[in-house]
C-alpha cells in the first residue's frame, strides 16, 4: 500500500509528505486490495502558461463544476508542461482562471466518465468549496491533460522521497489510470484554487484499502492524501486550510462516513503539523509496508472543534 503523506505544508520544512511507495513497490490501489493513499506534500514551483489555465477553464462550467463534454481537445495543447490542469507551478493565488460554461453534448472521455460503482460517491459533483484562502475546487484527473504536470510533481526530489512514484510518464499514468477505471474506491483529483490549478489530491475508501489491515478501520472511513505543486504555497499554512476544507466536504457529501483518516510518514513533521492544524487527531504510529506512519483521524463529532 502506498504509505503517502497529505503533504500539507504546515510549516517551514520543504519536506513534502507525498506519497511512500512507487507503482512498482506498493500494493494496487484499485480492486480488492486497493493500496492506501500517499500523503504528499509541496513540489515544484513550477508556472503553467496562461492560456493553459484558460484552456482549463474553458474546461469548467460557469457553476465551477467541470464539463465532462468535448472539451478534450483543451487537454492535447503544447505537448509541455503547459498541459496540465495540474499546474504544477500555477499556485493556487497565482492566478484565477474565470469558468466559462461548456456543452457537453459528447459521451465523456473515459477517463471522466462517472464510475456506475463509485464508491465515494460522484467526487465530480462535490463542487467547489470556500477556504480563507479562496474557492477550492476538487476535480477528476484527466489523464491527457494532467499528466504531464504531475509528472514533473512527482519527480521533484522532495516529493519522491515520500510519493515514490519519480519515473517516466507511463509509471505515473499507470498509478493514476489504476484508479481512474478502478471500482471507485479511489479518486485522484487536481485541487483548483480560485481557478488556478495548484495540488493533487487522492480521496480514497480507506476502509477497503490495504491500510484497512493496520488500524482499527470504520465502514466508511474516508482517506486524503495532498500534494501541493508551487513552492510559494509551501510553509505558510495553505495545506492546513485546503486540508481541513476537504476533510468537511468529505463528511457533508458522504453521510455515512464518520471519519477522515491520513497516514502521513512520521518523519515528515511539517505533514504531520498540517493535519493537526486541520483538525485531525493523532491517534497513533503504525507500521506500514513502506514506511512509518502517524494515523491522523478528523472525527465528524468534532468536527467544529476549533
Given at each position: 500500500?502506498?504509505?503517502t503523506d497529505?503533504?500539507?505544508?504546515?510549516?517551514?520544512?520543504?519536506v513534502?509528505?507525498?506519497g511512500?511507495?512507487?507503482?512498482?513497490a506498493?500494493?494496487s490501489?484499485?480492486?480488492?486490495?486497493?493500496?492506501a493513499?500517499?500523503?504528499?506534500?509541496?513540489?515544484l514551483?513550477l508556472?503553467?502558461?496562461?492560456?493553459?489555465?484558460?484552456?482549463?477553464?474553458e474546461?469548467?462550467?460557469?457553476d465551477?463544476?467541470r464539463?465532462?463534454?468535448?472539451?478534450a481537445t483543451?487537454t492535447a495543447t503544447?505537448?509541455?508542461a503547459?498541459?496540465?490542469?495540474t499546474?504544477?507551478?500555477?499556485v493556487?493565488?497565482?492566478?484565477?482562471?474565470t469558468?466559462?460554461?461548456?456543452?457537453?453534448?459528447q459521451?465523456p472521455?473515459a477517463s471522466?466518465?462517472?464510475?456506475p460503482?463509485?464508491?465515494l460517491?460522484?467526487?465530480?459533483?462535490?463542487g467547489?468549496?470556500?477556504?480563507p484562502?479562496?474557492?477550492l475546487?476538487?476535480v477528476p484527473?484527466?489523464?491527457?491533460?494532467?499528466?504531464p504536470?504531475?509528472?514533473?510533481?512527482?519527480?521533484?526530489?522532495?516529493?519522491?522521497?515520500f510519493w515514490g512514484?519519480a519515473?517516466?510518464?507511463?509509471?505515473?499514468?499507470?498509478h493514476?489510470?489504476?484508479?481512474?477505471?478502478?471500482?471507485g474506491r479511489s479518486?485522484p483529483?487536481m485541487g483548483?484554487?480560485?481557478?488556478t490549478p495548484m495540488s493533487?489530491?487522492?480521496i480514497?475508501?480507506?476502509?477497503l484499502?490495504?491500510?484497512?489491515?493496520h488500524?482499527p478501520?470504520?465502514p466508511?472511513?474516508?482517506?486524503?492524501h495532498?500534494?501541493?505543486?508551487?513552492?510559494s504555497?509551501?510553509g505558510?499554512g495553505?495545506?492546513?486550510?485546503?486540508?481541513?476544507?476537504?476533510a468537511?466536504?468529505?463528511?457533508?457529501?458522504?453521510?455515512?462516513?464518520?471519519?477522515?483518516?491520513?497516514?502521513?510518514?512520521?518523519?515528515?513533521?511539517?505533514?504531520?503539523?498540517?493535519f493537526?492544524?486541520?483538525?485531525?487527531?493523532?491517534?497513533?504510529e503504525?507500521?506500514?509496508?513502506?514506511?512509518?506512519a502517524?494515523?491522523?483521524?478528523?472525527?465528524?463529532s468534532?468536527?467544529?472543534?476549533?
Amino acid at each position: 500500500m502506498p504509505p503517502t503523506d497529505a503533504s500539507a505544508n504546515a510549516g517551514a520544512a520543504p519536506v513534502t509528505d507525498t506519497g511512500t511507495t512507487s507503482p512498482t513497490a506498493r500494493e494496487s490501489r484499485i480492486g480488492p486490495v486497493a493500496d492506501a493513499g500517499a500523503d504528499s506534500e509541496d513540489t515544484l514551483d513550477l508556472h503553467l502558461p496562461d492560456e493553459f489555465v484558460a484552456l482549463f477553464a474553458e474546461d469548467t462550467g460557469a457553476d465551477g463544476r467541470r464539463s465532462l463534454g468535448a472539451t478534450a481537445t483543451a487537454t492535447a495543447t503544447a505537448g509541455s508542461a503547459s498541459a496540465s490542469a495540474t499546474g504544477a507551478a500555477t499556485v493556487e493565488g497565482a492566478g484565477t482562471a474565470t469558468a466559462t460554461a461548456t456543452c457537453a453534448s459528447q459521451a465523456p472521455p473515459a477517463s471522466t466518465t462517472p464510475n456506475p460503482n463509485d464508491l465515494l460517491g460522484d467526487v465530480a459533483d462535490w463542487g467547489p468549496v470556500s477556504t480563507p484562502a479562496g474557492a477550492l475546487h476538487l476535480v477528476p484527473v484527466r489523464i491527457e491533460r494532467d499528466l504531464p504536470i504531475i509528472s514533473r510533481w512527482m519527480n521533484d526530489p522532495a516529493v519522491t522521497a515520500f510519493w515514490g512514484l519519480a519515473g517516466p510518464e507511463n509509471a505515473i499514468e499507470e498509478h493514476l489510470r489504476s484508479q481512474l477505471v478502478g471500482d471507485g474506491r479511489s479518486v485522484p483529483c487536481m485541487g483548483l484554487l480560485e481557478g488556478t490549478p495548484m495540488s493533487y489530491w487522492e480521496i480514497y475508501r480507506a476502509d477497503l484499502d490495504p491500510l484497512a489491515r493496520h488500524y482499527p478501520a470504520r465502514p466508511h472511513d474516508t482517506g486524503v492524501h495532498l500534494l501541493i505543486g508551487g513552492m510559494s504555497d509551501r510553509g505558510r499554512g495553505l495545506g492546513g486550510t485546503l486540508l481541513r476544507a476537504v476533510a468537511d466536504l468529505a463528511l457533508d457529501k458522504r453521510p455515512a462516513c464518520a471519519r477522515v483518516v491520513a497516514e502521513p510518514d512520521i518523519r515528515n513533521t511539517p505533514s504531520v503539523a498540517a493535519f493537526l492544524t486541520a483538525g485531525f487527531r493523532f491517534s497513533a504510529e503504525i507500521d506500514l509496508p513502506a514506511k512509518r506512519a502517524a494515523l491522523m483521524i478528523r472525527d465528524r463529532s468534532l468536527r467544529h472543534l476549533p
